[in-house]
């Protein structure tokens, strides 16, 4: 074996001077380990029948061209044992293709293979020639006599054209023609396009019209004349949105995914001679998304982004957008619009938004119930109907039902000022349900020493940003939505204090921070936070960098306590309960528990006071002081 293995790396010299490429240098170098290996193992020569017992028992485990290969390896191999070289016989010899080529492409390939000589070895560039060769008469067999014949039409078929090889072998045909056809679009032959239609990862998306739907095609065809903005300014529009993208910030494969749709998008309007207009933008994506799989998502936000850019020269950022249909568009006018009429006053009122979007469910579900019932107006709602509604829509807690029933009341009442319902109708729904009593969940003295521990040894900026938003919510008590609002104008450094307005009740309050606290959040601020010129103290950390969603403070607590994780309806307000609870008892007064957290009045804090398991039992009374006098057994 030790022969053998001096044969190998002699070899390997030969190769390397024959100037074999690196992949023809390591398959070479697999075949012979394995080889080797297998006459170790079985304690053989390198003989012809050991190559053929070898060869025969890898044919299971390999294709049938990779055997093809390595036997020529081993025939190499056995030569050159035999008489120190590689005769030029032994190595791969490319299919006659070339001499097939007519007359009229022959100087088209000639003039190619030419130009990119100095880029290939020997043996590389006679692969590539019979790879070039059998392109050309592919196109050849398509009945074009010349480059300039070649249309989209052309490269269709050819994409889908198999070569009859494996997937692997395909991949390198697509690499070859779009090399030459870009080697003549730089000569004026053709459309620089066409190179870039056939990359196999932008292909799927360009789209193809056959296949559009009949009504996007009804669709289409009048925006044609619709002032569409011309190709060469829409490329240049897209070139400075990709730069804009870099400007803020945005990571790699927010940026992959732009020039990837860009390029798909230009494709299909250059090939079916469309000009830019944002509705064809989002015709071509609702017919090209299957081909997107899980990132659909993001190649249309991308598109909402640049549309936008395209007409404003700007985006927001910070938009989310959905396909999916708002439940309120719906449901017939006739309900459709007092319902919009009830969420305007609710925003005149300085309603939150989210308290406006629930209420709009609840109108919707309680819209879908009369629509289930074959009631077409308001003015037709009977008590009956009322009734039927109050006992048959469904929620997991009585809080749940109530508080829905509560919001169709007050729909009813706007209902009845605008003279669309029966006067005293909403005095048929019923609101009351009885108090939940339950236990108040907080965190252990362990789970908060954890918490301390995680902040005191974080040092990545996402860990530095999860221990400081926990340990805002644990020191202050402040809810999910006044954390991820926390401006910073609303420290004051020099005071130790933390003024805020909160997102809830729209009360402002000021709270003292500790030094643990404002360690963390100036260590974030300064060592962990992107630089960007959103004012919240809390950002994303990849691009865009605007404000969080309350769902992030949730997932910073699980990151530390991932058993929190398993606790149902129990998330980032644990905190804002384990605050007002260790201020009891620490002996604080319940004013100051009150006004810490930012009640009006004492009775939502009242439920931290009854259920402190520890000081409860600190108050038991002896039945001996107690004149009872038992009867009965024990």
């Known amino acids: 074996m030790d022969q053998y293995q001096d044969h190998v790396a002699r070899i390997m010299e030969y190769l390397t001077e024959r100037k074999q490429c690196a992949s023809s240098r390591f398959s070479h170098q697999k075949c012979y380990e394995e080889f080797g290996a297998f006459l170790e193992e079985n304690g053989l020569m390198f003989t012809v029948a050991a190559r053929e017992e070898w060869l025969a028992s890898i044919r299971s485990t390999y294709s049938r061209q990779q055997c093809y290969f390595w036997r020529n390896y081993l025939q190499q191999l056995q030569s050159f044992m035999e008489i120190g070289m590689i005769p030029d016989v032994l190595f791969y010899q490319t299919r006659p293709s070339y001499e097939s080529v007519p007359a009229a492409w022959k100087s088209c390939l000639d003039e190619y293979i030419e130009t990119v000589r100095a880029d290939y070895t020997q043996r590389s560039l006679a692969l590539a020639k019979g790879y070039c060769a059998r392109i050309i008469l592919f196109f050849s067999g398509e009945g074009l006599h010349c480059v300039k014949d070649i249309t989209f039409h052309t490269l269709d078929r050819l994409y889908h054209n198999d070569f009859g090889c494996q997937k692997e072998i395909w991949y390198v045909y697509m690499s070859h023609a779009r090399a030459m056809l870009s080697h003549w679009a730089r000569n004026n032959l053709c459309p620089h396009e066409f190179s870039i239609f056939l990359d196999e990862r932008i292909y799927l998306q360009v789209g193809c019209l056959e296949s559009f739907s009949v009504s996007n095609l009804s669709r289409l065809e009048p925006l044609r004349d619709a002032a569409p903005v011309p190709l060469d300014e829409f490329r240049k529009k897209a070139v400075l949105f990709q730069d804009a993208l870099k400007a803020q910030c945005y990571q790699k494969t927010e940026l992959h995914t732009a020039a990837r749709l860009l390029k798909a998008l230009y494709l299909f309007l250059y090939r079916y001679d469309f000009g830019y207009h944002p509705e064809i933008t989002w015709i071509w994506f609702a017919e090209t998304r299957i081909t997107l799989g899980t990132s659909w998502k993001s190649w249309r936000r991308t598109l909402e982004c640049f549309n936008q850019y395209m007409e404003n020269g700007d985006w927001h950022s910070g938009t989310r957008y959905t396909f999916q249909k708002d439940p309120l568009d719906v449901l017939p006018e006739w309900c459709r619009t007092p319902i919009a009429g009830f969420m305007e006053r609710l925003l005149r009122e300085f309603r939150s938004p989210g308290t406006a979007k629930a209420c709009k469910y609840g109108c919707i579900r309680f819209a879908n119930f009369l629509l289930d019932h074959n009631i077409h107006t308001f003015a037709d709602i009977k008590l009956e109907h009322l009734r039927l509604f109050s006992v048959s829509d469904r929620h997991e807690t009585a809080d749940g039902r109530a508080t829905y029933l509560s ?174 609870t260790r201020l009891l008892r620490n002996d604080a007064g319940i004013d100051t528990v009150v006004d810490s957290l930012g009640h009006s009045d004492n009775t939502s804090a009242a439920k931290y006071l009854a259920f402190d398991e520890e000081r409860m039992r600190m108050c038991p009374l002896s039945l001996a002081l107690c004149p009872l006098t038992l009867v009965g057994g024990a």
């Not at 729904?429 to 301390?452: F, G, M």
């Open 407 to 580: 919001v169709v009341r007050r729909f009813l009442c706007y209902l009845e000022e605008q003279g669309l319902a029966p006067a005293g109708i909403h005095y048929g729904i019923l609101t009351e349900c009885a108090n939940p009593e339950s236990v108040t969940d907080i965190l252990t003295d362990e789970q908060v020493r954890r918490i301390y521990d995680y902040r005191a040894q974080s040092d990545s900026p996402l860990e530095m940003r999860n221990a400081a938003m926990v340990m805002v919510g644990l020191e202050l008590g402040l809810r999910a939505s006044d954390v991820v609002n926390l401006k910073l104008s609303d420290i004051n450094w020099k005071s130790r204090q933390i003024s805020i307005l909160q997102a809830k009740t729209k009360t402002a309050i000021t709270l003292p921070f500790s030094n643990i606290l404002g360690n963390s959040l100036y260590r974030y601020i300064r060592h962990g936070r992107p630089q960007t010129s959103c004012p919240n103290v809390f950002v994303r950390h990849r691009a865009p960098y605007g404000a969080l969603t309350t769902k992030i403070c949730n997932k910073a607590l699980y990151t530390i306590l991932p058993e929190r994780k398993e606790i149902h309806r129990k998330g980032f307000h644990v905190t804002r309960r384990t605050f007002a």
